[in-house]
């Protein structure tokens, strides 16, 4: 079982920075890819970055790309989302997610474990 805490949400102004934490407690983190999502109101969750295993290759949404960065500390067992030139329409729920298999990461039918999620709210 893995288990995933986010933190670091909160309320920021449009232009402004925020990094999201995802720490892991379980089996190793290394075994895992880990990906970020984020869900509006009323709509399904959609990807915004993934890293793999190794932490050598990334993955983006075209809609965060240039603007946030996903990141691993293995040693830590925590994944990172620095979100720099927030936006309004960045406001959403953020969870982290962990996959066992590789593949498909912007899917979330791809992942074995959730966080809680953590809320980001951008005023403008």
């Known amino acids: 079982q893995v288990q995933l805490v986010e933190s670091g949400g909160g309320l920021v102004q449009a232009g402004g920075s925020l990094r999201l934490s995802c720490a892991s407690s379980?089996?190793?983190?290394?075994?895992?890819?880990m990906g970020w999502f984020r869900q509006f109101p009323g709509k399904e969750r959609e990807f915004v970055a993934a890293?793999?295993?190794?932490?050598?290759?990334?993955w983006y949404a075209d809609s965060v790309k240039g603007r946030f960065t996903i990141s691993s500390d293995n040693a830590k067992n925590t994944v990172y989302l620095q979100m720099n030139s927030l936006k309004p329409e960045d406001t959403a729920v953020y969870s982290c997610?962990?996959?066992?298999?590789?593949?498909?990461?912007?899917?979330?039918?791809?992942?074995?474990?959730w966080g809680q999620g953590t809320q980001v709210t951008v005023s403008s």
């Open positions: 997610a962990a996959q066992r298999l590789a593949g498909g990461v912007i899917f979330t039918y791809t992942y074995d474990y």
């Open positions: 890293i793999s295993r190794n932490g050598e290759t990334t």
């Open positions: 379980g089996r190793t983190f290394s075994s895992y890819a």
